[in-house]
């Protein structure tokens, strides 16, 4: 077919020949600027850091369709393999930082390699001191720089990377803060070991160090996430830890009580930003093989927490199916383990409010016999367990597009054969698309789909791709010489029009070679996306009849402009997703049940609780006691609604504390639908920019595994970059990092 000599003419092979690397990263260089560098090494053995290895440094700027070997630009250094390469946030994305892996006990310090042209040049500093971890850079200045050194020491950097200056001793973790501000947990005695987790200084320094606050003692871990500062205190050896939270850097905290958890228990924050965030916390008395807990979401000031969904599925790993749908604002999945044992897929389009089962696709059908037929998604649980290969993938740019594998039925499946399925709006109603497990990836803002299908043993040499959003697909013959499949790649933001695919093929010595295959589409679909291929979008529209409220979701209707499924065009890099937003009136759906108040069975009207004495409760804020008079209801966070219901909510002084430095707030804790619990949650979070890994599938003999009832189950990191290894797969569209990815737990 004419497009098939199109694509060949468009498509390019690279074979690294002679390099005998076991381990591959690769990283996207700025934004638009089609450079691509890859890293090579091999891997070493446990004593490398007195013998060293060798690693080869390649480079492209046509977006993968050639690689030039530029390891001469580092000196032909060894580069270490678990720091990778480190690409600045943002719009610096043409910063670049690469690690040397020197012998620890012949020289003082690393060496680094630091790039302000994508690769194009490189510039080596001897370090005062050796790396213990990657380099972190500051949120919106580049040029700051903080590390942590192999002793246990701070250092940071104004002027990136050139030199270097101590901020203190001991230090167990750190983490940017808002501004200038930069946070960091030290030990008392300037050094730090296992056992010494809990007797830790919480400082913070808004000068670069020249001068600490100490903000609290006796910590064991602290985060930040959004706007919130966490951290745990253990203020008795014998008692568990009690959390602390901050909204304003430190200078003020406060303290949450939970109900009483045993050290087998652990919170993890799900998802946070400035407006909420979304916690889970362990079931209570929950034994080796139940792994579940309750999900909760907080007011827009990080205090109250109420029940969002109960029975939350964490698997044996502690990590959680809970899924941002980024397409569509307000949309989050996630699995949840029903009494009877089978994990069910559920999904909430108003950010944890009310939760519901995903439709059945009308294009799939059910077993005779079943007599609840749903969508269930496979999550994280089924990717740690090699039964789906990569997660949901959706993208901001792309409105409405959702691809996931799933089975239909009663429960999530157990088949090793999961089907992909697609939404085009945002997860309301659902079509099976392919047959069998993919690796998928969004390309031209949605405008165009590619997939290659998993053959666990056999090798790859064919892409399908789509323009309908996985209505119709076709397939393209990439190579004559299949290879086996590590990994499929495209620019981050899905502004691209080409991918590569990434593998190995075996020589004729026996040792395997790398490949990368690059498919550039721009040359098939050469014409640019007009008005006529455009629709407007109601968003969340599910009442037709009723056009006030039909689309409104968190007071909000939002109407998109999005291309046709039936239009073949190009929306191009300069594509700008544009959308009116109209605010709705309030109704009580835009209004959680407070404190002592719970949501009636059938109706939208929260209600008193029997036995809630009275309708205030009292509460410190800002080192002043409030009582509160309540009306039984509290706005959802995020919510825009305007006018309409609006239930009266008033606060009066009623005293003062002697150290507003520590604010106490009280756990509530209510029975029933409105279930409030003030909590804080200690999150430690490590986005490394620029870099996602494919690591080889293997089974974990030793791990604490959960006996579910999949139906019939066999048990068995916004980044701009993909590392394989021989044997393994995975895809990327540059944000296998999720958003709603488990931080740090605390136990």
Same mark, same amino acid.
């Given at each position: 077919?004419? %497009?098939?000599?199109?694509?060949?003419?468009?498509?390019?092979?690279?074979?690294?020949?002679?390099?005998?690397?076991?381990?591959?990263?690769?990283?996207?260089?700025?934004?638009?600027?089609?450079?691509?560098?890859?890293?090579?090494?091999?891997?070493?053995?446990?004593?490398?850091?007195?013998?060293?290895?060798?690693?080869?440094?390649?480079?492209?700027?046509?977006?993968?369709?050639?690689?030039?070997?530029?390891?001469?630009?580092?000196?032909?250094?060894?580069?270490?393999?678990?720091?990778?390469?480190?690409?600045?946030?943002?719009?610096?994305?043409?910063?670049?930082?690469?690690?040397?892996?020197?012998?620890?006990?012949?020289?003082?310090?690393?060496?680094?390699?630091?790039?302000?042209?994508?690769?194009?040049?490189?510039?080596?500093?001897?370090?005062?001191?050796?790396?213990?971890?990657?380099?972190?850079?500051?949120?919106?200045?580049?040029?700051?720089?903080?590390?942590?050194?192999?002793?246990?020491?701070?250092?940071?950097?104004?002027?990136?990377?050139?030199?270097?200056?101590?901020?203190?001793?001991?230090?167990?973790?750190?983490?940017?803060?808002?501004?200038?501000?930069?946070?960091?947990?030290?030990?008392?005695?300037?050094?730090?070991?296992?056992?010494?987790?809990?007797?830790?200084?919480?400082?913070?320094?808004?000068?670069?160090?020249?001068?600490?606050?100490?903000?609290?003692?006796?910590?064991?871990?602290?985060?930040?996430?959004?706007?919130?500062?966490?951290?745990?205190?253990?203020?008795?050896?014998?008692?568990?830890?009690?959390?602390?939270?901050?909204?304003?850097?430190?200078?003020?905290?406060?303290?949450?009580?939970?109900?009483?958890?045993?050290?087998?228990?652990?919170?993890?924050?799900?998802?946070?930003?400035?407006?909420?965030?979304?916690?889970?916390?362990?079931?209570?008395?929950?034994?080796?093989?139940?792994?579940?807990?309750?999900?909760?979401?907080?007011?827009?000031?990080?205090?109250?927490?109420?029940?969002?969904?109960?029975?939350?599925?964490?698997?044996?790993?502690?990590?959680?199916?809970?899924?941002?749908?980024?397409?569509?604002?307000?949309?989050?999945?996630?699995?949840?383990?029903?009494?009877?044992?089978?994990?069910?897929?559920?999904?909430?389009?108003?950010?944890?409010?009310?939760?519901?089962?995903?439709?059945?696709?009308?294009?799939?059908?059910?077993?005779?016999?079943?007599?609840?037929?749903?969508?269930?998604?496979?999550?994280?649980?089924?990717?740690?367990?090699?039964?789906?290969?990569?997660?949901? #993938?959706?993208?901001?740019?792309?409105?409405?597009?959702?691809?996931?594998?799933?089975?239909?039925?009663?429960?999530? &499946?157990?088949?090793?054969?999961?089907?992909?399925?697609?939404?085009?709006?945002?997860?309301?109603?659902?079509?099976?698309?392919?047959?069998?497990?993919?690796?998928? &990836?969004?390309?031209?803002?949605?405008? #165009?789909?590619?997939?290659? %299908?998993?053959?666990?043993?056999?090798?790859?040499?064919?892409?399908?791709?789509?323009?309908?959003?996985?209505?119709?697909?076709?397939?393209?013959?990439?190579?004559?010489?299949?290879?086996?499949?590590?990994?499929?790649?495209? %620019?981050?933001?899905?502004?691209?029009?080409?991918?590569?695919?990434?593998?190995?093929?075996?020589? $004729?010595?026996?040792?395997?070679?790398?490949?990368?295959?690059?498919?550039?589409?721009?040359?098939?679909?050469?014409?640019?996306?007009?008005?006529?291929?455009?629709?407007?979008?109601?968003?969340?529209?599910?009442?037709?009849?009723?056009? $006030?409220?039909?689309?409104?979701?968190?007071?909000?209707?939002?109407?998109?402009?999005?291309?046709?499924?039936?239009?073949?065009?190009?929306?191009?890099?300069?594509?700008?997703?544009?959308?009116?937003?109209?605010?709705?009136?309030?109704?009580?759906?835009?209004?959680?049940?407070?404190?002592?108040?719970?949501?009636?069975?059938?109706?939208?009207?929260?209600?008193?609780?029997?036995?809630?004495?009275?309708?205030?409760?009292?509460?410190?804020?800002?080192?002043? $006691?409030?009582?509160?008079?309540?009306?039984?209801?509290?706005?959802?966070?995020?919510?825009?609604?305007?006018?309409?219901?609006?239930?009266?909510?008033?606060?009066?002084?009623?005293?003062?504390?002697?150290?507003?430095? %520590?604010?106490?707030?009280?756990?509530?804790?209510?029975?029933?639908?409105?279930?409030?619990?003030?909590?804080?949650?200690?999150?430690?979070?490590?986005?490394?920019?620029?870099?996602?890994?494919?690591?080889?599938?293997?089974?974990?003999?030793?791990?604490?595994?959960?006996?579910?009832?999949?139906?019939?189950?066999?048990?068995?990191?916004?980044?701009?970059?993909?590392?394989?290894?021989?044997?393994?797969?995975?895809?990327?569209?540059?944000?296998?990092?999720?958003?709603?990815?488990?931080?740090?737990?605390?136990?």
């Amino acid at each position: 077919p004419t %497009e098939h000599r199109i694509l060949d003419d468009n498509t390019q092979e690279t074979g690294f020949n002679g390099d005998d690397g076991s381990h591959v990263i690769l990283t996207w260089v700025g934004d638009g600027t089609g450079v691509i560098l890859v890293l090579s090494t091999i891997s070493a053995p446990l004593d490398s850091y007195l013998a060293g290895g060798s690693s080869r440094l390649y480079r492209s700027t046509d977006y993968g369709k050639s690689f030039h070997d530029i390891s001469h630009r580092i000196n032909h250094t060894f580069i270490k393999e678990e720091l990778g390469i480190s690409v600045g946030p943002g719009s610096s994305e043409k910063l670049v930082i690469l690690t040397a892996d020197i012998p620890i006990v012949d020289n003082p310090g690393g060496i680094i390699f630091t790039s302000t042209d994508a690769g194009a040049t490189f510039k080596s500093t001897q370090l005062p001191f050796h790396l213990d971890q990657s380099i972190t850079y500051h949120f919106f200045n580049p040029d700051y720089l903080v590390a942590l050194s192999i002793d246990d020491s701070l250092w940071l950097s104004l002027d990136f990377g050139a030199r270097w200056t101590k901020v203190h001793e001991g230090v167990h973790s750190f983490s940017w803060g808002a501004g200038t501000n930069l946070f960091f947990s030290c030990s008392r005695v300037d050094a730090v070991e296992a056992e010494e987790r809990g007797d830790l200084v919480l400082k913070r320094t808004k000068d670069f160090g020249k001068t600490f606050t100490i903000i609290h003692e006796d910590v064991f871990s602290f985060g930040y996430i959004g706007a919130f500062l966490f951290f745990s205190v253990m203020e008795d050896p014998r008692s568990p830890r009690v959390m602390y939270f901050s909204s304003d850097q430190g200078e003020t905290f406060s303290q949450a009580l939970l109900p009483s958890a045993s050290t087998e228990q652990f919170y993890s924050i799900l998802d946070g930003d400035e407006d909420m965030l979304f916690m889970h916390v362990d079931n209570p008395g929950g034994t080796a093989h139940t792994f579940f807990g309750t999900m909760y979401t907080s007011d827009d000031r990080g205090i109250l927490f109420s029940k969002s969904l109960e029975r939350h599925l964490f698997d044996g790993h502690r990590k959680s199916d809970f899924t941002n749908i980024t397409s569509l604002r307000g949309a989050y999945l996630t699995n949840k383990l029903d009494i009877d044992g089978r994990i069910r897929s559920v999904i909430s389009f108003n950010r944890g409010g009310t939760w519901r089962p995903l439709k059945k696709p009308q294009n799939v059908n059910c077993a005779g016999n079943v007599k609840q037929c749903n969508l269930h998604i496979h999550g994280e649980h089924s990717r740690r367990n090699q039964i789906v290969p990569m997660l949901a #993938l959706s993208e901001p740019t792309a409105i409405g597009l959702v691809i996931a594998h799933g089975s239909v039925g009663d429960s999530l &499946s157990s088949s090793q054969h999961p089907d992909v399925f697609v939404s085009s709006d945002g997860g309301y109603n659902w079509r099976g698309t392919l047959r069998g497990p993919h690796h998928y &990836s969004i390309l031209d803002s949605g405008g #165009l789909i590619v997939a290659v %299908e998993v053959h666990r043993e056999g090798q790859v040499k064919t892409i399908k791709f789509s323009t309908d959003e996985g209505q119709c697909w076709k397939s393209y013959n990439f190579t004559e010489q299949p290879f086996f499949f590590a990994g499929l790649a495209s %620019e981050p933001g899905t502004k691209a029009m080409n991918v590569s695919v990434w593998g190995f093929r075996p020589e $004729e010595d026996g040792q395997p070679m790398w490949v990368a295959v690059t498919i550039d589409f721009q040359s098939l679909i050469t014409r640019e996306c007009n008005k006529k291929d455009y629709e407007e979008w109601l968003a969340h529209s599910t009442d037709k009849r009723n056009s $006030e409220r039909n689309g409104c979701v968190l007071g909000m209707k939002e109407t998109y402009r999005r291309l046709k499924k039936q239009s073949v065009c190009r929306n191009g890099r300069n594509f700008v997703v544009t959308k009116k937003q109209i605010p709705c009136p309030c109704t009580r759906e835009d209004y959680l049940c407070d404190y002592g108040y719970y949501r009636h069975v059938n109706t939208s009207e929260c209600v008193r609780q029997p036995n809630t004495p009275n309708k205030t409760f009292e509460m410190c804020l800002n080192g002043e $006691e409030d009582e509160l008079l309540t009306a039984g209801y509290r706005k959802v966070p995020s919510d825009k609604c305007q006018g309409g219901f609006t239930p009266q909510v008033k606060s009066t002084s009623v005293g003062h504390f002697d150290t507003p430095k %520590e604010r106490l707030v009280l756990t509530l804790v209510s029975v029933g639908a409105a279930v409030v619990v003030l909590v804080a949650i200690v999150s430690s979070v490590l986005v490394v920019k620029g870099r996602v890994t494919f690591y080889p599938l293997s089974d974990c003999g030793f791990c604490r595994m959960p006996a579910y009832r999949f139906s019939n189950l066999r048990i068995q990191d916004d980044n701009n970059s993909i590392a394989a290894e021989f044997g393994s797969a995975a895809s990327s569209n540059g944000t296998a990092y999720q958003h709603d990815s488990d931080v740090d737990l605390l136990e």
